[in-house]
């Protein structure tokens, strides 16, 4: 997914399932701050734009984009990207 708004609401509620089963022992306020935060990690697992940028791992893709956009003084947006793997997977 580009960003997290592209993830479907069916999987983020999966998700969401699997931390309150992972969190039931923890008191209502420890387990959403928990929540927000294996979400936020999640997010960083699946979306681009939350992931961090390959030359400057202390950047995250968004953040790039941002910095490059005040640059140019033009508006970036990631329509589509393309994922390639390298290596054998036999």
Do not use: H, W
């Amino acid at each position: 997914y580009i960003s997290p708004e592209d993830v479907p609401e069916d999987i983020i509620k999966k998700e969401q399932e699997v931390y309150k089963a992972q969190l039931k022992d923890k008191s209502k306020d420890q387990a959403e701050k928990a929540m927000e935060g294996k979400l936020e990690s999640f997010y960083e697992s699946i979306c681009l734009l939350k992931q961090s940028y390959v030359l400057n791992q202390d950047m995250k893709v968004d953040e790039l984009i941002n910095e490059t956009v005040v640059v140019l003084k033009e508006n970036i947006k990631v329509a589509r990207f393309v994922r390639f793997e390298v290596g054998d997977r036999s």
